[in-house]
């Protein structure tokens, strides 16, 4: 979906200075402009957003798996009134 508005937002823009050039009211196409802009900015957030989120790798989950266990001990080992605040 945000990759469509991006989209969207790069063919209004062409549209709009497509406008701009014929000589139309620039303070108009320019209120359309900032608010294009900032919908794409906005757009554009959202796939960073997307691009971050990822699956964790088997091998990141086996690098996981000891630092598990040595939690583990350290919380069997732990004064059992600690662990309650857990």
Do not use: F, N
């Not at 709009?16 to 359309?32: C, H, M, N, V």
Request: hydrophobic content about 35%; aromatic content about 4%; glycine content about 4%.
């Amino acid at each position: 979906m945000a990759k469509r508005t991006v989209d969207d937002c790069d063919r209004r823009m062409a549209r709009y200075r497509s406008t701009l050039y014929a000589g139309d009211d620039p303070q108009e196409i320019g209120k359309w402009m900032a608010e294009t802009r900032a919908e794409r900015l906005k757009a554009e957030g959202q796939l960073r957003a997307i691009d971050h989120k990822r699956e964790t790798t088997e091998r990141e989950i086996m690098e996981l798996i000891p630092r598990l266990s040595e939690m583990t001990d350290v919380l069997k080992e732990a004064d059992p009134a600690d662990r309650s605040d857990l």
